[in-house]
């Protein structure tokens, strides 16, 4: 007879393995390890994956997903062909990469109201990096052990922002909307970081402060001081 699925124990195994891989990074991780952290046998993590590089990949796929992760109907998932994780993750940036709000912002000539549109700018920002923060991070991770990952990651996925942000920061200082930029591409990266590090790292802090545990309140204050300091009005 064949053994029973549990129905939710691959989203189990998939949000498992992916707190091992973000706390012992890609080489570090065994399936001992995983399996531990799922609290199953070794051999019971076969059932369901062929190999740690279909453990990574699918970790990698389905990062950020507030559903229940799907059983696939074939288990267990293959070991993913040369290329096959590149390919899926650049798939993911084109789908949901986009920064809409300010790829408009660039195209358009000048606004009725600057302070509005570097606010929806900087909550936009925020908003698609905490909405893909588990991935960003476990690319981060395991960026040394998969060099063409964190290429595409830094090249197309961050490099594609910096890129949007610099051509706004120098456009709307030419028109004296917002305070000059004398560099917009290390402007342009400060931004990218502070966004980056409320979004996305203090959530892996070692020590976190609990004043900072309200994600309102964090957007709140990381908007207002990006946008008093694009604006020029900082005290």
Do not use: N
Not at 9 to 21: E, G, K, M, Q
Not at 100 to 116: C, E, I, K, S
């Amino acid at each position: 007879m064949a053994r029973s699925i549990p129905p939710d124990r691959f989203d189990a195994l998939i949000r498992a393995a992916t707190r091992v891989f973000l706390r012992q990074g890609y080489r570090r991780t065994q399936m001992a390890d995983v399996a531990e952290e799922l609290g199953v046998a070794k051999g019971t993590l076969y059932l369901y994956v062929e190999s740690k590089e279909a453990l990574f990949e699918q970790a990698l796929v389905q990062a950020d997903r507030v559903e229940s992760i799907p059983t696939p109907r074939a288990l267990p998932v293959p070991t993913p062909r040369a290329g096959s994780t590149l390919r899926k993750l650049r798939a993911r940036l084109l789908r949901d990469g986009q920064l809409p709000v300010l790829q408009a912002a660039v195209a358009r000539r000048a606004p009725a109201d600057t302070r509005a549109e570097v606010d929806a700018i900087v909550r936009e920002l925020l908003g698609l990096l905490s909405a893909h923060r588990v991935a960003i991070k476990l690319l981060d991770r395991c960026a040394a052990e998969f060099p063409d990952l964190a290429r595409l990651w830094t090249e197309g996925g961050r490099g594609g922002v910096m890129a949007l942000l610099e051509s706004y920061l120098r456009q709307r200082s030419a028109q004296r909307r917002i305070a000059p930029v004398v560099d917009p591409v290390l402007a342009a990266r400060i931004t990218l970081e502070i966004a980056a590090h409320w979004a996305v790292h203090r959530h892996w802090d070692p020590a976190p402060d609990p004043r900072f545990a309200d994600d309102a309140a964090v957007e709140k204050g990381v908007v207002e001081l990006v946008t008093r300091a694009w604006m020029g009005d900082l005290p």
